[in-house]
């Protein structure tokens, strides 16, 4: 039968057709032009009513196969083409991860903190202990405990940084406040000599706030460590002794020390320490300015009267006490040339540390 001839052919030319589809768009247009009101499986059907009665139910029985074999395959085909396109959408909009990410670099100690726990660990070392302060001081633990003159002029506003500024009140003269920042770690010595019997070892590492214009050797905010000790038959010796051991510890066993007498409120006898200079190594150059020297910290023998103020017996008791700034530290160990560059966050010059 010619029409039973006509079905199988167009059974398999739409099967070839299906399997050849490369899109969904295309594969679209061989579903509407083999089932499509105009479709070649419609046309074919519509030659039925020119078939005998008899043959109706066998042609009707393949016509039925051949549309169930064709929207089979059109939905098999539907379903590999959409998938093959979702995942050619998916590589499109991936981002490629198999190449190394940007990595965020490894932060580090900064120098003064640094600085600050390589002096704290030489002095743990030793027994020592490493007390907190205050920043906000008064009046009487800033300056008059530590035997600081009323007249002195560190307590002058050009000096210090007052909380209450009474510049206006004509009750005060000097214009300055009970309440301050500190401008030395010495406070804390004397709420640790109140506060401790002897004996006290100490060190006290901290922010401290002075009235100066920034430059190469001068900060508004720096760093200091201040040393205490008090106990009895402390002579300047010990002083000597352990500064001595704290500069070879910190700079390195070629590197000297030296005594120059002078003056500080707090202490009598009262001197300047220096170190060997560590790029001339004590022959002289423009950086000791050819002395071969350094100034490193002041130090000195615990004045009576400081004594007295804490309620310590200076019969009984003696003590050293020493300052040194952590900036100046800093320096001089890796020769910075500028305090600012120690603030200043350029990642250049912090890497090196």
């Known amino acids: 039968m010619a029409l039973m001839e006509d079905l199988e052919k167009l059974r398999d ?63 098999q085909r539907a379903k590999q083409l959409k998938g093959a396109e979702l995942e050619e959408k998916m590589k499109a909009g991936a981002i490629d991860i198999s190449l190394p990410g940007r990595s965020m670099p490894i932060g580090t100690e900064h120098l003064i903190n640094h600085i600050i726990r390589e002096c704290s660990d030489i002095f743990a070392g030793i027994g020592y202990e490493i007390e907190g302060g205050r920043e906000i001081e008064t009046d009487w633990y800033n300056f008059t405990a530590l035997n600081a003159p009323k007249d ?15 510049s206006g009140d004509v009750s005060d003269v000097r214009g300055e406040s009970d309440v301050l920042l500190r401008t030395q770690t010495s406070g804390t010595q004397v709420h640790v000599m109140e506060e401790k019997k002897p004996p006290i070892y ?15 050797s001068h900060l508004p905010q720096f760093h200091q460590i201040e040393g205490l000790v008090v106990d009895k038959g402390i002579t300047f010796g010990d002083l000597k002794g352990t500064l001595e051991y704290f500069i070879k510890a910190f700079f390195g066993e070629e590197r000297k020390t030296r ?31 050819h002395t071969g020297w350094v100034e490193i910290l ?9 004594f007295e103020n804490v309620g310590i017996d200076p019969e009984v008791y003696t003590g050293f006490a020493f300052g040194v700034g952590v900036e100046r530290l800093a320096c001089l160990k890796y020769d910075v040339p500028d305090l600012r560059m120690l603030l200043e966050g350029d990642m250049r010059f912090l890497r090196q540390f």
């Open 13 to 75: 030319d739409m099967l070839s057709a299906i399997s050849q589809a490369a899109t969904s768009d295309a594969l679209e247009e061989v579903r509407i032009s083999v089932l499509g009101k105009k479709g070649s499986l419609t046309s074919v059907l519509r030659g039925m009513r020119d078939i005998p009665p008899e043959e109706r139910p066998i042609i009707g029985k393949l016509s039925n196969e051949v549309r169930d074999r064709i929207e089979e395959a059109l939905s």
């Open 202 to 216: 100490m060190i006290s590492p901290g922010k401290v706030y002075r009235h100066d214009v920034a430059d190469p």
């Open 152 to 166: 002195h002029p560190s307590r002058s506003m050009q000096d210090t940084f007052y909380i209450v500024d009474r």
């Open 259 to 289: 005594f120059r007498a002078h003056f500080f409120p707090f202490t009598e006898p009262s001197a300047e320490a220096d170190v060997s200079c560590g790029i001339c190594h004590g022959e002289g150059c423009r950086f000791c300015k």
């Open 298 to 306: 002041g130090c000195g023998m615990v004045d009576p009267n400081v």
